[in-house]
């Protein structure tokens, strides 16, 4: 497993604009497909988006598509999410997901993934 760490939540109105990062820690990061899910309040978990191990191929939900951008830099053992044009709706704490995966596959099952971060809130106001 990997250790991941997210960070660049906050507090938004609605039509602005956030980057979230999930940092993790060990060698093997590009070892890992990654992923983005949310949860607001009173909601299961939802898929956001997934990144295959090189960047290469990425998944979107279809309430983010053209929205929200999912990259990684693989140097510096990071996944980002941008996170535009946000709506009220898009209000949930996001979680980033790790897990071994072949090189080009992307995952947008949350089972499918052992390595999660403790989460970062986002709030969009309208």
């Known amino acids: 497993q990997v250790q991941l760490v997210e960070s660049g939540g906050g507090l938004v109105q609605a039509g602005g604009s956030l980057r979230l990062s999930c940092a993790a820690s060990g060698r093997t990061f590009s070892s890992y497909a990654m992923g983005w899910f949310r949860q607001a309040p009173g909601k299961e978990r939802e898929f956001v988006a997934a990144i295959n191990r090189g960047g290469e191929n990425t998944k979107y939900a279809d309430s983010v598509k053209g929205r929200f951008t999912i990259s990684r830099d693989n140097a510096r053992n990071t996944v980002y999410l941008q996170l535009n044009n946000l709506k009220p709706d898009d209000t949930a704490v996001y979680y980033c997901?790790?897990?071994?995966?072949?090189?080009?596959?992307?995952?947008?099952?949350?089972?499918?993934?052992?390595?999660w971060g403790q989460g970062t809130q986002v709030t969009v106001s309208s």
């Open positions: 997901a790790g897990t071994s995966a072949g090189y080009m596959v992307t995952i947008t099952t949350a089972p499918q993934y052992d390595s």
